[in-house]
């Protein structure tokens, strides 16, 4: 309607037809959004647009909230984490489909048990072959959309089947994936084509850099996060899932991290400018992420080559630096919040599951230094 139209029907007594029907409508659209407006406790156009309008999924529909989330996710940039939930609402939709007839991507959130998720789990397990890794990376998506759900009201919590006494997300412990300090000057020293240096060069500025990833290699700036002796950063992985706690990352440089910089750098250092050319500026967040997968997949591969060449025979990969510069640190004495705070966790459980313990030796020279009393 037009302004006049709608101040025609509003103020008239006297309506007929189609204007008396559109004036009781808007009544009846004005009742309802007092009613909810005094139902909230603390009134906000977001959450009252919320409850008036409805969510844009269907209540208590699993994969509509699926659907939801992973829009959110890709409207932030989270595009690893939209598709780490693409994948697992794909796989329940398969589940589901096999073993309860599901036609269409619908089914009821009260209706997903603690049984149906352990049927969930052998099927995975026994007819996939897939890992327990597998099934949590997987399930894992599904607890934090029951969660939300909870949260918002869409289902009662006595509906809700993970936790204490229910089922239980299997959680199994990771390999641990240290190259000792042996195995690593072989690695060093091992002759390389120009793929495979271009590859050791990075893992070992990973190593050298506190275990850092290939992500925030990538997005490296100059002066913002490399300067004179030191790069300085906020973890990409934390950005957006710990704004709270956000740890300020501070590695010193060394003699072979500096000089594997010089060598692969832009050749533009304005501050502000990619360090490496992996990226390149104006990128979407959609290309950002398949830019750094490339070069990621690029310094396995080759890197893997380097490794049986130099007759390590262990499947190699950017995340074994990580590991190797934490219990490097360990076997050298640091401690657990050292450590913890040189690799960015926030929380010091988390750095303890990255480490494989000490070495041989070491447990051998404090188990031969438990009788030291008898010598003084």
């Known amino acids: 309607m ?18 008396k029907d559109i004036k009781f409508d808007l009544m009846n659209i004005e009742d309802k959004a007092m009613t909810v407006i005094e139902e909230m406790t603390h009134f906000t156009f977001p959450a009252f647009e919320k409850k008036f309008l409805g969510p844009s999924y269907q209540k208590g529909d699993v994969f509509a909230k ?12 989270q595009i690893g984490t939209a598709s780490a939930y693409r994948c697992s609402m794909k796989s329940l939709f398969k589940f589901l489909e096999k073993f309860y007839n599901l036609k269409t991507m619908s089914f009821p959130f009260a209706e997903i048990n603690e049984n149906l998720l352990q049927e969930y789990e052998n ?19 599904l607890r934090t959309l029951f969660n939300n ?3 918002d009201g869409d289902i009662p ?27 690593m000057k072989l690695l060093l020293e091992t002759p390389a084509d120009q793929f495979e240096e271009k590859a050791r060069d990075f893992w070992f500025l990973s190593y050298l850099c506190n275990g850092v990833n290939m992500h925030d290699i990538a997005e490296m700036k100059f002066e913002t996060n490399l300067q004179t002796t030191q790069i300085v950063f906020f973890r990409e992985k934390t950005k957006r899932t710990n704004k709270t706690n ?13 000089s594997i910089i010089e060598k692969h750098r832009n050749a533009d250092t304005q501050k502000g400018k990619y360090v490496f050319p992996i990226l390149q500026p104006g990128m979407t967040a959609k290309e950002k992420k398949r830019a750094i997968q490339n070069f990621t997949r690029f310094v396995n591969q080759h890197i893997k080559r380097l490794a049986l060449k130099a007759g390590l025979g262990k499947d190699i990969s950017t995340y074994w630096a990580r590991h190797s510069f934490s219990n490097t640190m360990l076997n050298n004495g640091a401690s657990i919040e050292m450590i913890s705070e040189s690799v960015g966790h926030s929380s010091i459980k988390t750095t303890a599951n990255y480490l494989s313990g000490f070495k041989v030796e070491k447990k051998q020279e404090m188990a031969e230094k438990l009788m030291d009393f008898m010598k003084e």
């Open 66 to 77: 699926y659907q939801e989330y992973i829009s959110q996710l890709e409207k932030n940039d």
């Open 149 to 151: 759900a909870k949260e």
């Open 2 to 19: 037009t302004v006049s139209d709608f101040e025609t029907i509003m103020k008239s007594e006297k309506l007929r037809g189609e204007n």
């Open 123 to 141: 099927y995975m397990i026994n007819e996939l072959e897939s890992s327990y890794s597998t099934v949590g990376i997987y399930l894992r998506p």
């Open 246 to 258: 956000l740890k300020t990352i501070v590695i010193q440089l060394v003699g072979l991290s500096h």
């Open 157 to 183: 919590a006595d509906h809700y089947p993970f936790g204490k006494r229910k089922y239980q997300i299997p959680a199994a412990t990771n390999n641990k994936r240290p190259l000792s300090g042996k195995e």
